[in-house]
């Protein structure tokens, strides 16, 4: 007998028996896809059966029970019946699988009995019975409806109002408390802060005990506050040692759940504000029913850096323990709303643990099979690659270099080394984070691996100004996929966040391998800052970095002051041999005119041009097609994904049949691999890039080296990005000093240049802004100090003020796509959830500056298609091009065409 679709609706008792096999299994220690082995059976399907999306036989159920060691009766005890049985399958499945599975790998036996005594204490009603949130904004007065039933409720305490159900069914406050605390617990203790997590969740609604908002659920009206109390009593409980600086963290959390982690002092809702705000006097016994403890708080065993360092680690775990009081507290709304409805509550996508062994076969098959564009001659061969790489997946969690050109070649070595150290060290799961544009990396992420378990996240969506306590309306990404593939920006700008929309994805970090392409592309004002975040989750979050970059590492110590410690055994691959050039890299004296490059590419059938911006390349390309080049395509960001893909084929096909093709690009060309071309122009840049532009010239080396030329040009009229000028500066430097540009030694000499010589001031600075202020530059770590035991830390400054691109990026969704189109009226009809919908949005996003999204929303070229305004869609159809992406500066009435003069 096989696992078969349920031919019959056994639907509620098969998701019963799937989460007691889920739990025994947990218990018992194994993964899925162990228990799968055991018996025949995919992970996948084993997945299944535990969420009850497949009917176990009785013969299969009685292997399961064998390879347990349970009875297979133990499957079936309690298990209700008909509607009951419907009920129970709703309640809880999720939620104790997922408990169980933290609980089980928690080294902390104080942890467990802290959740133990937890759920011991909670009241015999099921959290399930509560009702979901709605909305404050669409919450009528009550006061008019207050039937004898609602009056009989007085006295009891809830943490949230349904209006469309009775009070009696509302969720209870204590249930609500000790639901988050267990959650929140679970969340951080894989970096040892379950204790100080599980008081924040005990004590972050706090102020509902208060008959003033007890009378706003039951009544309606302006919700009184209900922060201050949980700020005030949690500093009463520790104030000196470790445990006084942990509750003070506690405290910034407790203030931020709702509205985002506040400044020390210096605005309206700032801690110190909270402090001294007149706290409602709370319910007799509220402390009899959540019983805090704040004993032994602080993280045991963790490491100091130095004394200068303290106050950053510090503000690091109080963001960490925040994003898992905010995942706590959305998991068990979503839990307690699934059931209000009747409904089993998603499990998620498996944990990388469980699926790591199939994943690393699944490398190996498509490997051994080859894969489309992967390039052979300039990282040697794919296997090669690979294996050296996974040689060293053996040694500890720290950092890790590979020094390889751009592509497939070692996008998979890295991979390979991520699986295998994953499964080494029983890892969470992999971070991918890129410079730029995604779709391709994304791509062979999920062509490798499945589309199952890696989650593409270029961009967050979310809302203009998020201040809600109810977050059914806004996209709250959390990272929950095995394998993750992002930007530099997302992955950085969250480290420095303040909103839980961003921080919540933050305890996902926790023992991760984070895969960091071309680390060196971060730009210089927020590189200090960076580096102190990558080497803070080496040091106390059991996360493992590995830098892949075309050049020796840049973040590296000593050359960087503070850098990153990276040991001579720590090479993902051997010191590359110094080969013969494949191609001629030659600077232009001067400056090159746009009538200038046309007339070169008019001699030149075949080649590329890569220039520093979207709207230098766009109105190169207009200015192209103007001239009348045969073979004229466009690349930038200023494309959706789908867009850049299609360009990239073409440039492929057009390349391998020997017909025109003349492609003008920003640098994320430089990421795209697997492309040869005859001849190379590329605008001035720091000489990494130039290496890297270099790598795409002659690369399959069918041509001799001095027929293949890179021409490094000088625009007229336009100098370098204000962020690219010192590495312009570095790269003209190293010219003056060294003939040949590609050779290590003046690479050496250019990381030296623009990275060795830096003041700490050129690598930590960013400007603040505050109403009623003049603006001031200030240092990030500069920010967050301590003075006489109280920490002075201005989390919401910081997060405002941290950007990896100057002004910031923000999303507008191309919906030329059909499938992008059916998103959002799924969306709009209530079909489709709002973070299902921005996962599902992203390889339809183009990021704008901010300044420029206003300005196409203010004239009405842009428009927010949902209440919380976080769904920025392009409504004139005119400003996009699939050739040529979105021509945002068009609706300013600006042509572009003086790009090069």
């Known amino acids: 007998m096989t696992v078969v ?48 999306a497949l009917h176990i036989g009785a013969d299969r159920l009685c292997e399961i029970a064998k390879v347990l060691g349970v009875p297979v009766t133990s499957f079936f005890e309690g298990a209700p019946h008909g509607e009951a049985a419907a009920a129970a399958a709703a309640t809880g499945t999720a939620l104790d699988l997922e ?26 009603g099921r959290a399930g019975e509560a009702a979901p949130h709605e909305p404050r904004s669409a919450r009528p007065r009550r006061s008019d409806q207050a039937t ?44 040892g802060a379950g204790r100080l997590a599980a008081l924040a969740g005990l004590l972050h609604d706090l102020g509902k005990y208060g008959k003033a908002f007890q009378t706003h659920l039951l009544e309606g009206g302006a919700a009184p506050d209900h922060v201050s109390a949980g700020v005030q009593e949690v500093l009463r409980l520790a104030a000196e040692g470790p445990d006084g600086f942990a509750v003070q963290l506690a405290a910034f959390c407790i203030a931020g759940h709702h509205d985002g982690l506040p400044d020390r002092d210096g605005h309206p809702g700032s801690l110190a504000e909270l402090c001294v705000t007149a706290a409602p006097p709370l319910a007799p016994g509220w402390r009899s029913e959540i019983a805090p403890d704040a004993a032994n708080l602080f993280p045991h065993g963790f490491r100091w850096h130095d004394r200068a360092f303290l106050p950053f680690q510090l503000a690091m775990l109080g963001r960490m323990v925040f994003s898992c009081l905010v995942d706590a507290d959305i998991v068990d709304a979503e839990q307690v709303r699934a059931t209000a409805r009747g409904e089993a509550a998603d499990p998620g996508a498996p944990g990388l643990p469980d699926v790591a062994e199939a994943l690393a076969a699944s490398l190996d098959a498509h490997v051994a099979d080859g894969l489309p564009n992967a390039e052979e001659s300039s990282a040697g061969r794919l296997p090669d690659a690979i294996a050296g790489a996974r040689a060293a997946a053996a040694r500890p969690r720290g950092v890790f270099s590979l020094t390889a050109p ?73 990272w929950a996929a095995p394998v993750v593939a992002t930007s530099h920006a997302e992955l950085f700008e969250s480290l420095f966040a303040a909103s839980p929309a961003r921080c919540r994805r933050l305890h996902r970090l926790a023992g991760t391998v984070i895969l960091l392409e071309e680390p060196q592309a971060i730009a210089l004002p927020v590189l200090r800052a960076c580096v102190a975040a990558l080497e803070e989750l080496t040091l106390n979050y059991g996360c493992t970095v590995v830098l892949c970059a075309g050049v020796p590492p840049a973040l590296a110590a000593p050359r960087l002051a503070g850098g990153l410690q990276i040991g001579l055994d720590r090479s993902l691959a051997p010191p590359p041999a110094t080969p013969a050039p494949h191609a001629m890299l030659r600077l232009q004296p001067g400056a090159t005119r746009t009538d200038n490059l046309l007339a070169a590419l008019a001699t030149a059938p075949q080649a590329l041009v890569v220039v520093n911006g979207r709207r230098q390349a766009q109105a190169l390309y207009h200015a192209g097609r103007a001239a009348g080049l045969e073979g004229l395509l466009h690349l930038s960001a200023g494309q959706v994904a789908a867009d850049r893909q299609r360009t990239l084929a073409k440039a492929r096909r057009e390349l391998a049949a020997g017909r025109p093709c ?92 623009a990275y060795g010589r830096r003041e700490e001031a050129e690598l930590d600075r960013i400007v603040l802004r505050q109403a009623g202020a003049a603006d001031r530059r200030a240092s990030v770590l500069g920010c967050f100090t301590i003075s006489t035991g109280q920490t002075r830390f201005a989390y919401r400054s910081v997060a405002d003020a941290f950007r990896l691109d100057e002004g910031g990026l923000e999303p507008v969704i191309v919906a030329a796509e059909e499938r992008a189109q059916h998103v959002l009226a799924a969306l709009a009809g209530g079909r489709l959830q709002p973070g299902e919908a921005a996962r599902a949005l992203q390889p339809h996003l183009v ?39 979105l021509l945002w500066w068009q609706a300013d009435g600006q042509d572009g065409a003086d790009v090069l003069a």
């Open 5 to 52: 679709p349920s031919a019959i609706d056994t639907s509620a008792i098969d998701a019963y028996v799937g989460g007691k096999v889920g739990a025994a299994r947990i218990a018992r220690g194994l993964s899925q896809t162990a228990l799968g082995d055991a018996i025949g059976l995919s992970f996948q399907q084993i997945q299944s059966c535990e969420k009850g």
């Open 99 to 124: 408990i169980l599975r933290h609980l089980s790998r928690a080294p902390d036996e104080v942890v467990k009995q802290a959740v133990l005594r937890l759920i011991r204490t909670a009241p015999a």
């Open 148 to 191: 004898p039933g609602r009056r009989r409720m007085r006295g009891r305490h809830f943490a949230h109002a349904a209006v469309d159900r009775d009070p009696a069914q509302w969720q209870n406050l204590a249930a609500h408390l000790r639901a988050v605390s267990a959650l929140a617990a679970v969340r951080a203790e894989p970096f």
């Open 406 to 478: 751009a592509g497939t070649s070692r996008t998979l070595a890295a991979l390979g080394f991520a699986l295998d150290h994953a499964r080494h060290h029983g890892m969470a799961r992999i971070v991918h984070a890129a410079p730029a544009a995604l779709d391709g990396t994304a791509a062979l992420l999920r062509t490798v691996l499945g589309e199952e378990v890696v989650l593409e996240h270029a961009m967050t969506i979310e809302a203009e100004r998020p201040a809600a306590a109810d977050t059914r309306g806004l996209v709250m990404e959390d």
């Open 662 to 753: 003349r492609l003008v690009a920003t640098c994320l060309v430089e990421m795209a691999g697997a492309l040869d071309f005859p001849l190379v122009w590329r605008a001035e840049a720091g000489l990494d890039r130039l290496l890297q532009a270099t790598a795409l010239c002659n690369r399959d080396g069918r041509r001799p080296a001095r027929a293949s030329l890179v021409t490094v040009f000088r625009p007229a009229g336009t100098g370098a990005p204000p962020e690219l000028e010192p590495f312009v500066e570095a790269m003209r430097q190293v010219a003056r000093r060294h003939e040949d540009l590609l050779s290590p030694e003046a690479m050496a000499a250019y990381l030296d240049e």
């Open 847 to 885: 990021a704008v500056p901010a300044a420029a999204r206003r300005r196409l929303v203010e004239s009405g070229h842009v428009a927010f298609v949902d209440p919380a305004r976080q769904f920025a869609v392009l409504r004139d159809d005119s400003l996009y091009c699939p050739r040529e992406g």
